[in-house]
C-alpha cells in the first residue's frame, strides 16, 4: 500500500467528513456482523473504563452507531481487523448489535499502531504510559525519529520524548501513574532522581498529597539542590525613606514610594472604606 503522508491530521484523513457522519457516501458503508471483527493488534489503549463503555452502549441502543468504524480484510477466513473505532466496537458487542457499519481499508501493520494511536491520542482516551508504549513501538519497530512520530501525531518533539521518558522511570511511579494517583507532571518531576530516591519520593508524595511544584521542590532537595534565592530589593535611599515617613505621618497610612531618574510613582494603602474616604478628603477636600 503507497503510505499516505499527513497522518498527524488525523482520522479525517482516514474517514473523508468522519466529523458529519450524514456526508459519507453510502457505498462507502459496509454493515458486517460485529463478531467477524478481530481487535487490532497493535491498538495502543488497555484499559477500558466499564462505566464509560456501559454509557456508550446505552447510546448505541438508542441512536445506533453514529460513526463508522474502520476496518481492514483480516488473512484468513471473512473476518476483519479494526483499525479504528475500538471502544465503539466494545460497546456495540456489549449493547447486543448484530452487525455495525465500518468502512474497508487497506493497511499495514505501522498503519495500524499509527491510525489506533491517533485516534485514542485525539480523543485523550490514553494513558500516558499507554501513548508512551505506542511511541516506543513506532520508534523501535518502525525505526522512526522522535520527530517523525511528532509529525504522525500532531505532537512537538519535546512532548514525544518527554513522554517516551516516562517509561525509564521506577516501576512504582509508573504504577501510581497508570492507577492515576499521580499525574505525569508529577511523574516527570521526580524524572532526574534514582529508581530508589524515585520510589522514596513517590511516597512522601501520596501521604502529603503533594501538587506538582511541590514535587519539584522535593526533587530538588533529594538532588542536594538549593532552591533560587529570592532577589533581594535594592535598599531605599536615606532621602526617600523620609519622604515615605513624612507621607505617612501626613496621610496617616502606609505609603510607598518608588523614585526614578524620570519620575515615580506613590502608592497610598487603605484598609477600610471609611480609610479610603478619610484619605480623598485630606488630599482633595470635600465636594
Do not use: C
Request: net charge negative; aromatic share 2%; charged share 25%.
Amino acid at each position: 500500500m503507497a503510505r499516505k503522508s499527513g497522518l498527524g491530521k488525523g482520522l479525517d484523513a482516514l474517514i473523508p467528513g468522519s466529523g458529519e457522519p450524514s456526508a459519507l457516501p453510502e457505498s462507502g458503508i459496509l454493515h458486517i456482523p460485529v463478531d467477524s471483527i478481530l481487535p487490532n493488534p497493535r491498538q495502543p489503549r488497555t484499559r477500558f473504563r466499564p462505566e464509560e463503555l456501559a454509557e456508550l452502549a446505552e447510546s448505541i441502543r438508542a441512536h445506533g452507531v453514529i460513526q463508522p468504524l474502520v476496518v481492514k480484510a483480516a488473512e484468513e477466513g471473512n473476518n476483519y481487523v479494526l483499525i479504528a473505532g475500538e471502544r465503539r466496537w466494545q460497546a456495540a458487542r456489549q449493547a447486543g448489535l448484530a452487525d455495525v457499519p465500518a468502512i474497508l481499508r487497506e493497511a499495514s501493520d505501522q498503519d495500524l499502531l499509527e491510525l489506533a494511536l491517533i485516534e485514542n491520542v485525539q480523543r485523550a482516551d490514553l494513558s500516558p504510559l499507554e501513548t508512551a508504549e505506542a511511541y516506543r513501538h513506532l520508534a523501535e519497530e518502525f525505526r522512526l525519529s522522535h520527530e517523525q512520530i511528532a509529525a504522525r501525531v500532531g505532537k512537538s518533539r519535546v512532548s514525544v520524548t518527554n513522554t517516551l521518558g516516562l517509561l525509564e522511570m521506577a516501576e512504582e511511579v509508573q504504577q501510581s501513574l497508570t492507577d492515576e494517583e499521580i499525574t505525569e507532571g508529577h511523574a516527570r518531576a521526580l524524572k532526574g532522581l534514582s529508581h530508589a530516591a524515585q520510589a522514596a519520593a513517590l511516597h512522601t508524595v501520596l501521604n502529603l498529597g503533594l501538587n506538582v511544584r511541590q514535587t519539584e521542590e522535593l526533587a530538588r532537595k533529594l538532588k542536594g539542590q538549593r532552591p533560587p534565592k529570592a532577589k533581594k530589593k535594592p535598599a531605599l535611599a536615606p532621602e526617600i525613606r523620609a519622604l515615605q515617613e513624612r507621607l505617612r505621618d501626613g496621610l496617616g497610612t502606609r505609603v510607598t514610594l518608588t523614585h526614578g531618574d524620570k519620575g515615580g510613582t506613590i502608592v497610598v494603602h487603605y484598609y477600610s472604606d471609611e480609610e479610603l474616604n478619610a484619605l480623598i478628603e485630606r488630599m482633595v477636600g470635600e465636594g
